[in-house]
């Protein structure tokens, strides 16, 4: 079954440092992965997908098959980045996600 | 367009009581999805409706059930509530169930089983 591993519940960083949410996944086949975000008092919403390979709000993910890792960077963090980042991945031919469990981002002044 | 709308938001039942939570896909999103959000947890998948026929089932019980209208809206029925149903309610649409495309989710019904 597939399994998605986001080993940590919260990232504590300042304004301006380099972040990396970590995401695992375990599946065999060719997977479609995604990252999803919510900030305070909003719904959860799309950030990127992998078959985009885009930079969104200067934030990247990268497949890693080898690895089958999915992580999100993004080199110099912003406050307005704060928020829950969800890992998902998506393996049939329908809309069903697996996520992960998130990751508080918390960007300090 | 005002995006996936779901209602009630905000909903108290009692144990063995019923419950129908309703959704409203994004105008020309054929495809809805339900999913089942505890805390501290990520979404949990229950069921994926597509031209009013269900395509999916996550690992939930017969108590759980639900259904698509014409219109494309939806409504997630769990009968025989439990404490542990306690929990946010997602509803997400897509234009279709393909799994490149991105789902779009509603607020969420808050549901609280005392």
């Known amino acids: 079954a597939q399994r998605v591993t986001q080993p940590e519940k919260l990232l504590s960083v300042f304004k301006g440092a380099p972040v990396e949410l970590k995401c695992n996944y375990s599946y065999s086949g060719s997977p479609e992965l995604f990252w999803y975000v919510q900030y305070s008092r909003q719904r959860l919403q799309l950030l990127l997908r992998?078959?985009s390979r885009e930079s969104i709000k200067g934030f990247t993910a990268d497949l890693n098959k080898g690895e089958t890792s999915f992580h999100l960077k993004k080199p110099f963090a912003q406050e307005e980045d704060s928020a829950m980042y969800y890992c998902?991945?998506?393996?049939?031919?329908?809309?069903?996600?697996?996520f992960g469990k998130g990751i508080t981002l918390s960007v300090r002044p | 367009d005002a995006g996936v709308t779901q209602s009630p938001t905000h909903l108290i039942k009692t144990r063995g009581q019923q419950v129908t939570l309703r959704c409203s896909p994004i105008s020309g999103h054929k495809s809805v999805s339900w999913y089942q959000q505890v805390l501290g947890q990520g979404p949990q998948f229950i069921f994926q409706y597509y031209e009013k026929e269900e395509r999916g089932r996550g690992n939930f019980p017969d108590r759980f059930s639900a259904r698509q209208f014409p219109n494309y809206s939806s409504e997630l029925n769990v009968n025989a509530l439990l404490l542990g149903d306690s929990a946010l309610y997602l509803c997400a649409s897509s234009p279709t169930p393909n799994s490149n495309q991105p789902q779009h989710f509603g607020d969420g019904t808050r549901l609280s089983i005392l």
């Open positions: 992998h078959i």
């Open positions: 998902a991945l998506n393996t049939g031919a329908n809309s069903k996600l697996t």
